[in-house]
């Protein structure tokens, strides 16, 4: 087993048991950056707060810990 693949059992473990947590962390600091920047890349912020989410969400094989 590699460095990468404990990092990835870690981020699966962190995922299933804080999924909620992870979610409401990326929904915020989504936010943020949207405020930083005026609004004028809200839509590239959001797709990659989803692209986050889903990846993360993924990581156990299936889409049950982030909304």
Do not use: C, N
Not at 12 to 34: F, S, Y
């Amino acid at each position: 087993m590699g460095v990468f693949d404990s990092f990835k059992d870690k981020a699966t473990d962190a995922v299933d048991e804080h999924g909620d947590k992870i979610d409401q962390g990326l929904d915020k600091g989504g936010d943020m950056l949207d405020e930083k920047t005026g609004g004028q890349h809200g839509d590239k912020i959001d797709q990659g707060v989803d692209q986050a989410k889903e990846r993360l969400d993924g990581l156990d094989g299936q889409d049950d810990d982030i909304s």
